[in-house]
């Protein structure tokens, strides 16, 4: 985590606001960010194999963070769970993922229709930028920086808790209902 | 009268401005100890209350500095504007960069590690981790000003003043109250010895009269018996030649027996007269130097005779020195003393016949003569344990005719002539005497210098 944001800053810090000079640094971001939003979202015990299995972040499709994602994930952990990296092919199941990214440039469908299967399932769905179909959290361009909207209600029903700290930090959220 | 100057005198402090001052100090100390005390537990507070807004912003602003959301940080960190004792407040990200802040008056260190360099005088930074799951993300900074010395120093002028107004208070009326009392003090030691004087000129006063009378007396008195002895003389040598006329037709005849009688008449007349010149010092005298010690010691047997077996006889002869004195005189006084005890002392009792070498700068409390020569004297007392008498008589007890004495047994003269006797010789007379305990006569006779 400390690495990760040590990398995020100096990325930040030395080329500030030039994303789309360089889609690669939009990538890089968001690989960065990945991660991180976990310490903030709690899943229930239900959403993993066991106390030893890994917490899994599922990337979809091709790797669009040319292996930033795996830099950053590596040697984190979450809880108990030690975090691992698992790119997903289409046809892949999902079973086991606890946040799955699903980028931007594929069927828009086939999307939606994965978003579907996710529903009421403790997986913290994140859609790229540019999707039309929108997951629990979905990146947002905005001047040229890297943001994220926030669906909490759409977490609630998936049994997830989002820390009101990344609420905070949220470009938009769509909040839960209250009790 | 000698009468001290006031300020030449030592100070002395009472207890009472004493134990004032100590109140005083102990006073002011509490007060001090008391800010100090308040002014750390102030700092304390301050310091607790600064580092809880830090703890408060570091935890809230964890998500923010995770991901580097500098508008989310500056968020958070504006709300502590509001708090102005606050100079400056920032949050650092993992690597030390700044993220957001802001500083009033003070330029923001751009870096973890220049802030902690730039710490001095006049405020207090503290430092909070931002962490997450236990790691540390970023650090957040609050600085805020320490409170400036003249506005402490302001809040505590009041508390100063009403402190030191007291201990004044405490000091000025101990004070007042002491010099009052020294002067009480003073007034009364004063007066006190105004009366002490005045009692002293009283004595003296009395002494001298006594003195004076004893003088006229003894001058009248020794004027008279100087020319009857004279006549006595007369009438005896008279006597003779008829007796020596009448030849030893008086032997058995009523004649002789009418001279006999005249002439032992005559002879106590004339014992009479010498004790009277005895008492106003003109009678002649052949002063010879003797030893006390060894003169009374030769009396003992003789003084055991006069004075009966009722009373008990204890001989105390530590005195050495020598004394110029007529023997015969001398011996008489002893005996007259002794006789004197024992009249005192008619159930029995204790005489003692004390002897001592004194060196005296002044005269003895009881003795009344104004002339007194400082230097060595052969003492001797007699001491006995009788009726004693109280002081007026013993004040007039050298008084030539006084006597306490039933009619026809004293003549009064005894203790006349030994004053007479003791002056005449160069020496004093001391009479002690308590009502039921004893009477002490004591005799300081000049040393004589020559003799061993």
Redesign the interface.
């Known amino acids: 985590?400390?690495r990760g944001?040590?990398l995020?800053?100096?990325l930040?810090?030395l080329l500030p606001g030039s994303l789309n000079a360089a889609p690669s640094l939009e990538y890089a971001v968001k690989a960065a960010?990945l991660p991180?939003f976990i310490?903030?979202i709690t899943w229930p015990d239900a959403a993993f194999a066991g106390a030893g299995a890994p917490f899994t972040i599922c990337a979809l499709g091709e790797d669009r963070f040319a292996g930033k994602l795996d830099l950053a994930a590596a040697g984190l952990?979450a809880?108990d769970h030690a975090v691992e990296v698992r790119h997903l092919a289409a046809s892949d199941s999902s079973a086991g993922c606890q946040l799955i990214f699903l980028p931007a440039g594929g069927d828009p469908a086939s999307i939606r229709e994965i978003l579907d299967a996710m529903r009421g399932k403790p997986i913290v769905t994140v859609t790229d930028s540019g999707l039309s179909a929108h997951g629990v959290i979905s990146f947002v361009i905005e001047n040229n920086h890297v943001r994220f909207d926030i669906d909490d209600a759409l977490a609630a029903e998936d049994g997830l808790a989002i820390?009101s700290?990344?609420l905070?930090?949220a470009h938009a959220v769509r909040m839960r209902s209250q009790p | 009268m000698n009468t001290a100057p006031l300020t030449g005198r030592k100070r002395n402090w009472s207890p009472m401005v004493i134990g004032a001052l100590a109140a005083a100090a102990v006073l002011l100390a509490a007060g001090v100890l008391m800010a100090v005390y308040q002014e750390q537990l102030y700092s304390a507070q301050q310091a607790k209350s600064i580092r809880e807004q830090a703890q408060i912003l570091a935890a809230?602003v964890?998500?923010?500095?995770?991901?580097?959301?500098q508008k989310?940080s500056q968020e958070y960190v504006d709300a502590l504007r509001v708090n102005p004792e606050l100079q400056a407040a920032a949050v650092y990200?993992?690597?030390g960069?700044l993220i957001a802040g802001f500083a009033r008056a003070t330029r923001l260190p751009s870096t973890m590690k220049e802030a902690r360099a730039a710490t001095g005088i006049g405020y207090i930074d503290i430092a909070v981790p931002v962490s997450?799951?236990g790691?540390?993300?970023?650090i957040v900074l609050l600085r805020a000003l320490t409170e400036p010395e003249e506005r402490r120093i302001a809040r505590y002028v009041g508390v100063i003043l009403l402190l030191t107004m007291g201990a004044l208070v405490i000091a000025v009326l101990s004070f007042s109250q002491a010099a009052l009392s020294r002067r009480a003090q003073e007034l009364s030691r004063l007066n006190a010895r105004l009366y002490e004087e005045m009692e002293e000129r009283r004595k003296t006063e009395e002494a001298l009269r006594q003195s004076h009378k004893m003088e006229a007396v003894g001058q009248l008195s020794g004027g008279i018996a100087h020319d009857f002895n004279n006549l006595i003389m007369i009438v005896k040598g008279n006597l003779r030649l008829l007796r020596r006329k009448l030849g030893t037709q008086a032997e058995n005849s009523p004649a002789g027996t009418y001279i006999e009688s005249a002439d032992e008449a005559l002879d106590r007349a004339a014992h009479l007269t010498q004790r009277i010149l005895a008492f106003s010092r003109r009678q002649p005298l052949t002063p010879q130097r003797v030893n006390l010690s060894t003169l009374a010691q030769g009396l003992t047997e003789l003084i055991r005779h006069s004075v009966g077996e009722k009373v008990e006889i204890t001989m105390r002869l530590n005195g050495t020195w020598s004394t110029l004195c007529d023997v015969n005189q001398m011996e008489n006084v002893i005996l007259n003393l002794a006789i004197n005890a024992r009249d005192a002392m008619p159930e029995g009792g204790r005489l003692v016949l004390e002897t001592r070498d004194v060196t005296l700068k002044q005269p003895p409390a009881e003795m009344e003569n104004e002339n007194f020569v400082p230097g060595d004297y052969a003492a001797l007392a007699v001491i006995d344990t009788g009726s004693g008498m109280p002081e007026e008589i013993r004040r007039r007890a050298v008084d030539p005719f006084f006597t306490t004495k039933p009619q026809g047994k004293g003549t009064g003269l005894g203790l006349s002539m030994t004053f007479g006797f003791v002056r005449q010789s160069g020496g004093y007379l001391a009479i002690e005497s308590k009502v039921g305990r004893g009477t002490t006569v004591t005799m300081l006779m000049p040393r004589d210098r020559e003799g061993p």
């Open positions: 985590m400390t944001g040590l995020l800053a100096v930040l810090g960010y991180k310490p903030f952990r809880g820390s700290k990344l905070g930090l | 809230s964890t998500a923010a500095v995770v991901f580097n959301d989310a990200g993992g690597g960069r997450q799951n790691a540390q993300v970023g």
